[in-house]
Nanobody, 124 residues
């Protein structure tokens, strides 16, 4: 079972990025995928989650209206579309998964599989 996050990079304020999470070893139609981020010197925080059935949970008020989560079960891929990026969005972003569940979890401890993280830097 493996998750691999990609798509990070350097972007100017107001720009957009799409992060991808490739899952292998389990099916996204039977798993929840969450996106977390950790800024320098701060604790890891939950951003959003998409359940096995496509239900979406928002965990970070600061990204509401700017970030969207989606997945493609056929490709076993999940995505985090980030628009109107701000310098405070700078962080390492992680995707996390848990199999055989129909809901989303807020806590990082609820997830059993983690990707390696991808760095997003928002700066001019």
């Amino acid at each position: 079972v493996q998750l691999q996050a990609s798509g990070g990079g350097l972007v100017q304020p107001g720009g957009s990025l799409r992060l991808s999470c490739a899952a292998s070893g389990f099916r996204l139609d039977r798993a929840a995928i969450g996106w977390f981020r950790q800024a320098p010197g701060k604790e890891r925080e939950g951003v959003m989650c998409i359940s096995s059935t496509g239900g979406i949970a928002d965990y970070a008020d600061s990204v509401k209206g700017r970030f969207t989560i989606s997945k493609d079960n056929a490709k076993n891929m999940a995505y985090l579309q980030m628009n109107s990026l701000k310098p405070e969005d700078t962080a390492v972003y992680y995707c996390a998964g848990k199999q055989s569940v129909s809901t989303c979890g807020r806590s990082q401890w609820w997830y059993t599989n983690w990707g390696q993280g991808t760095l997003v830097t928002v700066s001019s």
